[in-house]
């Protein structure tokens, strides 16, 4: 059996063996959501592929796993949203004069130029920004990275011009709003920052309720849309703000160690003591341990330009907190955790010294995951021999749009509920991401989104197809209680390789792309075999297939309403309603049954088919059903639904030497096109021999499908007429043309004479016309004259 390797990146290069520290089980800590925003793509992508491969080491490899995620309920970018968000609400109240407020706005429009977009502060003549002057300020420079370039010209846009977009749509909505007089509402991303530098002072950081009502609310935004992504929810969720006094202890202990050091009441770890002790530090990013950006953005934008550090990577594990910023008592003073520490803590209570996995996204690499693993380290090492508290470091790939990693600080994001409401199903997010590798990037576009509702297509078909030939061949048995297997024209073995590939894919560091292309190649297969075995197809074998499809969408999360072990066939339906009875759920395919037999009835056809079909007591077939105690509509109403297919399937039968030609034709179109596409049941038509095969289909996605083609027909019809048209046009102007006689179609002002037919001897000049000019209009006066004179037969002139 395959050995599952995965790629760690504590150790770079390909997978590595994964060897769990407890045989069968897994402890597993994954970095969750600092909750401030809305969740975006970007967020689906790192909890949504998390989610595929804590599913597939479940219940494909079936590991025991216990599953953690903190939410990171105070930080710097949440203590800037709940206070500015207090501060404008306080601002809000105030009674303002218009001058005052136009002021206020004013006043904030240029502090926040001056703070992020500095070049619109520039001016040949020296005047000073404002709304009424920004728009020409705007393009003069900054109209390189509106067009989609950068700001010198050169190369590809990034983070850098996406920052820049995002400042300058402020602005633009802010003048908008000035002008306007909405200030408040339409200018409130320029009033935020101001106000914050105003009156942050004011804010009263023992009263924890300002950041952590706005936090509550926002985890249980998050929550919900994992929810709706089909995203189980962690065994263990930690918070930072109930762990603050364990964090405290945590860094005491470090600092004990010789770690660490107080300065100023921040607590700070000491990177040059820790490597002296044997301890490498940057173990998953070491190239990046220099860069300063990336420090400064680990440490938070509230931490900018801390003094006091001995070295300058070194990072804090606790700081002293600033006027507006939440406290906590602590062995150094009122303060705050620093953001790399709760990790640390959380992960260690609940899981203890070591783990087998920790993950995020890649972007936490360092410095987020390298502080992690070095405070940790220097906590649980003793005696100076080094600590390994994390086996496997495994990143989520970052999603990106146009060349620029999707994040809530660029706000170049798509929300996921947006997402889902105007461009992806559930079904749809997951399928993108597991068409890709889960620790590659993934760049948004059409493109991805196509291949994946394809990819989706393809297997819903071929569910569709399979249940319908099962539903055929079983006669009314419910589809789930058949036991059909067998393997001929080698459908078996097919499984079986496929199976194999599948279990190499998954073992090769979860290669879903890989994986998805073995079900592809699986169907593709299965396919061929329904389509060149069309009267002696291998059910059973069918069957296996499409239950084994249906375990690994199962295992992969692609059926929201289906749970383990995924044993039955096809997408789970959520159609049925428990609350009804068996009567009441197949009451609509009754009705079109007494519907379709009394109008046969009408017909007096004399046809001893439809008779004993007509005769067919099909409420008993259903009464036999409904006492198995199913409530599944597909398996009630097929009693109802075979009956009026193989009525329909006669009358086109006897259509072609009936009298009432027309009338059958027209019942047999409506019963597929209208009666059964409104209970969702599509009729695919066979060979005589076969008959319809019987479909269940959503009905909103028949009535797309019937509307997409009355619009091609449309289309088509359209085309055609304007074809009609085009050819009339041509012909009145053929007949127009045709009405000039060939002795007068050259008399214009190109030339100055003519001889008795028309012809011209002189140019306009009063030169001898050339004799290879006269050559070529002979033969348009040869066309003419014949033109003309098929015209005056024609017209009997």
Not at 79 to 92: F, G, M, P, V, W
Not at 231 to 254: G, L
Not at 746 to 764: C, H, L, N, Q
Request: proline share 4%; glycine share 6%.
């Amino acid at each position: 059996m395959e050995q599952l390797k995965v790629h760690n990146s504590l150790k770079p290069g390909p997978p590595v063996p994964f060897v769990p520290r407890e045989e069968g089980k897994v402890s597993w800590y994954v970095c969750g959501p600092t909750v401030y925003d809305h969740s975006h793509l970007g967020h689906a992508r790192n909890y949504v592929s998390t989610d595929i491969i804590r599913r597939i080491m479940l219940e494909y490899f079936g590991y025991k796993v216990k599953f953690v995620m903190n939410i990171t309920d105070v930080d710097d970018k949440i203590i800037l949203k709940a206070r500015r968000q207090r501060l404008l609400e306080l601002e809000k109240s105030k009674t303002y004069s218009e001058p005052e407020l136009s002021k206020l706005a004013a006043t904030a429009f240029e502090s926040y130029a001056k703070g992020n977009l500095p070049e619109l502060l520039n001016s040949s003549d020296g005047s000073e920004l404002s709304p009424n002057n920004y728009i020409a300020r705007r393009d003069a420079a900054y109209g390189k990275v509106l067009a989609g370039s950068t700001l010198t010209g050169e190369g590809k846009p990034g983070d850098a011009e996406a920052k820049m977009k995002m400042h300058l749509a402020n602005l633009t909505a802010a003048t908008k709003a000035i002008q306007e007089k909405k200030i408040f509402g339409g200018a409130d991303e320029i009033l935020l920052p101001y106000l914050d530098s105003l009156y942050k002072e004011s804010i009263d950081g023992k009263d924890h309720t300002i950041f952590t009502d706005v936090t509550k609310y926002w985890e249980d935004d998050f929550m919900e849309d994992m929810d709706a992504l089909n995203v189980m929810r962690p065994d263990v969720i930690t918070r930072v703000t109930t762990y603050v006094p364990k964090i405290a202890v945590f860094v005491e202990q470090i600092i004990k160690k010789g770690f660490a050091y107080e300065s100023d009441g921040s607590v700070y770890f000491d990177i040059a003591a820790f490597e002296k002790a044997g301890n490498p530090y940057a173990r998953l990013r070491p190239e990046s341990r220099n860069d300063k950006a990336l420090q400064e953005e680990g440490e938070g934008s509230l931490s900018k330009n801390v003094g006091g550090k001995r070295g300058a990577g070194d990072f804090a594990l606790w700081k002293k907190s600033k006027a507006g910023e939440p406290v906590w008592p602590s062995p150094w003073g009122e303060g705050r955790p620093g953001w790399h520490i709760e990790c640390s803590v959380m992960a260690s209570d609940v899981l203890g010294s070591q783990m087998d996995i920790h993950s995020g996204g890649i972007d936490l690499a360092f410095p987020h995951h390298d502080n992690e693993l070095a405070q940790s380290e220097a906590y649980f090492c003793e005696h100076g021999k080094p600590h390994n508290w994390v086996n496997y470091f495994l990143h989520m790939g970052h999603l990106s749009i146009a060349g620029s990693k999707m994040s809530k600080s660029l706000k170049n994001f798509q929300t996921i509920k947006d997402a889902l409401k105007k461009d992806y199903t559930p079904r749809g997010v997951r399928v993108v991401f597991l068409l890709g590798r889960w620790n590659d990037g993934v760049e948004i576009s059409p493109d991805m989104r196509t291949m994946a509702e394809g990819w989706e297509s393809t297997v819903n078909n071929f569910f569709v197809n399979v249940k319908s030939l099962l539903a055929e061949a079983g006669a009314g048995a419910d589809i789930k209680s058949l036991s059909l297997n067998g393997s001929a024209h080698g459908l078996q073995e097919i499984l079986e390789k496929s199976q194999a590939e599948m279990r190499a894919a998954l073992s090769d560091s979860f290669d879903t792309p890989r994986a998805m292309r073995v079900l592809s190649e699986l169907i593709s297969q299965s396919n061929i075999h329904i389509n060149t075995h069309k009267l002696d197809i291998d059910i059973r074998g069918l069957e296996s297939i499409a239950r084994w499809i249906t375990k690994i969408v199962g295992i992969f999360g692609l059926d929201a309403n289906a749970s383990p072990p995924y044993d039955g066939l096809g997408w789970a339906s959520s159609a049925s309603n428990s609350k009804l009875t068996a009567k009441e759920i197949v009451e609509p395919y009754s009705a079109v049954y007494e519907k379709v037999t009394a109008e046969v009835k009408q017909l007096n056809l004399h046809s001893e088919v439809l008779d004993r079909l007509i005769g067919v007591d099909v409420d008993a077939e259903f009464s036999t059903l409904s006492s198995s105690g199913t409530k599944d509509p597909e398996v009630l109403a097929m009693p109802y639904l075979r009956t009026v297919s193989k009525i329909r399937d006669e009358l086109r039968k006897l259509a072609p030497s009936s009298p009432a030609k027309k009338q059958i034709l027209s019942l047999s179109d409506r019963i597929r096109d209208v009666d059964l596409t409104l209970l969702g049941v599509y009729l695919d038509d066979r060979t005589d021999d076969q008959g319809a095969l019987i479909k269940f289909i959503p009905k909103e996605e028949l009535l797309a499908q019937k509307e997409e083609k009355a619009a091609k027909e449309r289309e088509k019809a359209a085309a055609k007429e304007a074809q009609r048209l085009a050819r009339e046009k041509e012909e009145l102007a053929k007949a127009e043309k045709a009405k000039v006689s060939p002795a007068d179609m050259f008399r214009d002002e190109r030339f100055s004479a003519w001889d008795e037919e028309g012809m011209p001897t002189k140019t306009k000049e009063g030169e001898d016309v050339p004799k290879s000019a006269l050559k070529k209009l002979k033969k348009e006066w040869d066309r003419q004259k014949k033109a003309h004179d098929e015209w005056k037969a024609k017209s009997g002139v």
